[in-house]
């Protein structure tokens, strides 16, 4: 798939994010996936307090995760997080790597669907207020 919009990040492995054996717990690639799609939407000019202001949630509905390699602590990472679909949903994908070597260490993607907080409706296709910010990024890119 190819990606409408990415962005990056660099980020250290702190200590509290690893278990006795120096190696983050897998729980915590989930902060990160989060970490890094709050600075993909703040790119589109759609974060979580602007989604809120439209009037539509966007709960996670759908996650997957790979780990390939473990990281660990005081590691330097890179996290990837890329916008992949927004039609009818919107599909992140994401990857962590080692930011060294540039090996692949975790990879995934979320899936997140439009609800109407007013009637608390699950929207089949993305709102209006959403296409707009994608059609003004899909304008300016050439596509």
């Known amino acids: ?6 962005t990056e990040m660099d980020m250290l492995i702190p200590f ?6 120096g190696i983050t ?15 993909l939407l703040d790119k ?11 009037g539509y949630g966007w709960p996670i509905v759908d996650l997957q995760i790979k780990y390939v390699q473990p990281s660990t602590f005081d ?10 679909e927004w039609e009818n949903r919107l599909k992140i994908t994401y990857e962590v790597r080692d930011l060294a070597s ?8 979320t899936i997140q669907a439009a609800v109407d907080m007013r009637d608390q409706q699950l929207c089949f296709v993305t709102p209006e207020c959403f296409r707009d910010k994608i059609a003004h990024l899909l304008d300016s890119s050439g596509d």
């Open 1 to 6: 798939m190819k990606a409408i919009l990415t």
């Open 75 to 84: 590691q330097k990472v890179k996290l990837t997080a890329s916008l992949v």
């Open 16 to 21: 509290h994010d690893v278990d006795s054996m």
């Open 102 to 109: 540039n090996k692949r260490l975790t990879k995934g993607y």
């Open 25 to 39: 717990w897998h729980g915590n690639y989930l902060r990160y996936f989060e970490v890094i799609r709050c600075q």
């Open 44 to 54: 589109i000019d759609y974060g979580y307090r602007k989604m809120q202001e439209s």
